[in-house]
């Protein structure tokens, strides 16, 4: 039978494919990041399978089964919120981050607790030793005698032993250092990467296994490897560290199987990653003394609310082109919401240095913190103190209408139980019903909020 060999010449920034090697790829944009990836032998006359491990038939879509895919909780309710509300069963999880995030500390304390309650876990390590793992596990204080370990990169291997034991949770650690014998390139190139994460998958879909494949980041931390590595697993979680050294945020990228920007909260210490259950109070670690230019939001993440406190900071300019520098929120957006404020709030800024940053290394996504960045503004602008107690949440358009934000009545809810007594949000997010404790102002445009702003 005949073996057909291909090579394909491939971007591991975007995974876009040329028929040659180029200096640039287009479709990103990024130099020298075409690389030659040979595809493996093909047999000819055999079909091979998919991701999901096997054939499927062509069926009706009223016959699909719509039964809820069973789900295995590790016992961490941080990181099962940020699987959608535990690990299903045959999933895939890629975890990436920096080195030193606690990747491999998260995973273990996981499979340790999910160990302990009678379910299988192999831990498949590629880098370090057994001892060293060993050693961590001794350190965090987790029983050991229940998680299977083994120290192996080949992908083959690896699969001969989980027809063995039969698992149901494997951790792979990590996908960079492993290697199929189909596939003649070095372990961690694109194409070794790629083959190796599909021939797990297929294995996990087949046998109903759960994988988790720890994942290295490159300089501008993102998933080191192919971008096809995103496209072949269920789930992509990304661990990383805020302002604060101690505390780490798991967010999820991509998910299947639950909320996509979904956000666990953990805070690193000699004990290992130990859960945050109130993160507002996290990033609301504020001076006793209110300060301009210090404004408190409510965020959106994933499904809970977040309470979190944005800084601006208004200065003369002392050269000739006035900087705009925004961290943590789109540096664009914060031009947009300043010419904005000029035409519909009479405030010019055209001549001062604006540096605006949301404390604790959060990055703002949505829209619902514009008129607290615009508050902020103008409080350090006219050194204007906004109390402990009060906080702003709205959307601003270009006409310079407040615009209402979804979910506004759990943020009201929750800003409520951490003490807060004022809040100006949209006229239409007010709620019918007077929340206890929370005085509520409702503003249509620009020029209302900025009114109430000089009455506190």
Same mark, same amino acid.
């Given at each position: 039978m005949s073996k057909k060999i291909k090579t394909a010449f491939v971007c591991d920034q975007c995974g876009a494919d040329y028929p040659r090697w180029g200096g640039q790829c287009t479709s990103c944009g990024e130099w020298n990041t075409i690389k030659e990836v040979r595809l493996g032998g093909a047999e000819r006359n055999k079909s091979s399978a998919g991701y999901a491990g096997s054939r499927s038939e062509v069926k009706l879509l009223s016959d699909v089964n719509l039964s809820q895919a069973e789900r295995i909780f590790s016992g961490i309710s941080e990181f099962d919120r940020v699987l959608g509300g535990g690990i299903v069963c045959g999933s895939v999880v890629l975890i990436g981050g920096a080195p030193g995030?606690?990747? *491999?500390?998260?995973? @273990? +304390?996981?499979?340790?607790? #999910? %160990?302990?309650?009678?379910? *299988?876990?192999?831990?498949? *390590?590629?880098?370090? *030793? @057994? +001892? +060293? #793992? %060993?050693?961590?596990?001794?350190? @965090?204080? @987790?029983?050991?005698d229940k998680i299977m370990m083994l120290a192996e990169t080949s992908v083959q291997r690896i699969c001969d032993v989980l027809d063995e034991v039969k698992p149901q949770i494997l951790v792979i650690d990590s996908i960079q250092v492993m290697h199929t014998q189909d596939t003649e390139s070095a372990p961690g190139s694109v194409s070794q990467v790629r083959e190796s994460a599909s021939y797990l998958t297929q294995y996990a879909k087949k046998h109903d296994v759960s994988i988790f494949m720890v994942g290295h980041v490159t300089k501008d931390q993102s998933l080191a490897g192919p971008m096809t590595l995103s496209h072949i697993v269920d789930t992509q979680v990304m661990l990383g560290s805020t302002d604060d050294a101690r505390f780490r945020v798991l967010r999820a990228d991509k998910n299947r199987f639950g909320s996509v920007g979904e956000l666990g909260f953990f805070a690193m210490d000699s004990t290992g990653l130990k859960e945050v259950k109130n993160p507002s109070a996290m990033f609301l670690n504020r001076p006793d003394k209110p300060s301009s230019g210090s404004v408190v939001t409510v965020l959106w993440e994933g499904t809970r609310p977040l309470l979190v406190e944005i800084q601006a900071l208004v200065t003369e300019c002392q050269y000739g082109n006035p900087r705009r520098l925004a961290v943590g929120f789109d540096q664009n957006r914060l031009a947009m919401l300043l010419a904005v404020l000029s035409r519909h709030g009479g405030i010019f800024t055209a001549n001062d240095e604006i540096y605006a940053n949301v404390v604790g290394g959060i990055k703002v996504t949505e829209t619902s913190s514009d008129l607290a960045i615009v508050v902020g503004v103008v409080s350090s602008l006219r050194d204007k103190v906004i109390p402990h107690d009060v906080f702003f949440f709205g959307e601003i358009g270009l006409s310079g209408e407040i615009r209402p934000v979804a979910n506004g009545h759990a943020r009201l809810n929750d800003a409520a139980k951490h003490g807060f007594k004022k809040a100006v949000i949209p006229k239409a997010n007010a709620p019918k019903k007077p929340i206890e404790g929370l005085e509520i102002h409702g503003v249509s445009t620009l020029s209302e909020a900025l009114d109430i702003l000089s009455e506190i």
């Open positions: 995030a606690g990747k *491999s500390t998260l995973l @273990l +304390q996981a499979i340790a607790n #999910i %160990a302990a309650r009678g379910v *299988s876990v192999l831990y498949v *390590s590629g880098e370090e *030793s @057994l +001892q +060293q #793992i %060993a050693e961590r596990a001794h350190r @965090l204080k @987790l029983p050991a």
